[in-house]
């Protein structure tokens, strides 16, 4: 069973930047697929990146200021934000979807002050 650990999030003035972390445990694969959800109060939930062996994948409201990248000798992958908004303020979390299964990690939050 995969196990994901995120770190990374913070309080942080807009126009700043950030980068989460996100540790997988288990069988995983290059090619499994892994990514960010985040969820503000009141808002649906967004999918803000996603990589799955070199292919990404952004949310609208992310892109170009977000990037996705991965470290397949630690599974690790990284989220870097740059030009943060007060709408960028949620829960971000860590996704899997592979061959093992799915998961998600417990959530860390992001607080970007205007």
């Known amino acids: 069973q995969v196990q994901l650990v995120e770190s990374g999030g913070g309080l942080v003035q807009a126009g700043g930047s950030l980068r989460l972390s996100c540790t997988a445990s288990?069988?995983?694969?290059?090619?499994?697929?892994m990514g960010w959800v985040r969820q503000a109060p009141g808002k649906q939930r967004e999918v803000v990146a996603s990589?799955?062996?070199?292919?990404?994948n952004y949310g609208e409201s992310v892109k170009g200021r977000a990037t996705i990248s991965r470290d397949n000798a630690k599974n690790t992958i990284y989220l870097q934000m740059n030009s943060l908004k007060p709408e960028d303020t949620a829960v971000y979390y860590c996704?899997?979807?592979?061959?093992?299964?799915?998961?998600w990690g417990q959530g860390t939050q992001v607080t970007v002050s205007s």
């Open positions: 996704t899997f979807y592979g061959a093992s299964g799915s998961a």
């Open positions: 990589v799955a062996g070199r292919i990404t």
């Open positions: 288990g069988n995983i694969l290059e090619t499994d697929a």
